[in-house]
């Protein structure tokens, strides 16, 4: 069997930080008191704001 080629492991990476983030988002919404999350509180979550920091 061959080994997996680069982009396929960096697929993988991928899918697996989306799946976090997903998770993330649930957690979160599962214990907010308002029916939604607010965009302000989805940013926060996904550190939004600290990844726009960094990139500065």
């Known amino acids: 069997m061959a080994p997996p080629s680069t ?3 960096q697929d993988d ?6 799946i976090e983030l997903c998770g993330e988002l649930m957690i979160a919404a ?3 008191a308002e029916e939604r999350l607010s965009a302000d509180r989805i940013d ?3 550190m939004v704001a600290a990844e726009r ?4």
């Open 44 to 46: 926060e979550v996904l």
């Open 53 to 56: 920091a960094a990139c500065r």
């Open 13 to 18: 990476h991928v899918a697996l930080a989306e």
């Open 7 to 9: 982009s396929t492991v």
């Open 30 to 32: 599962s214990a907010a």
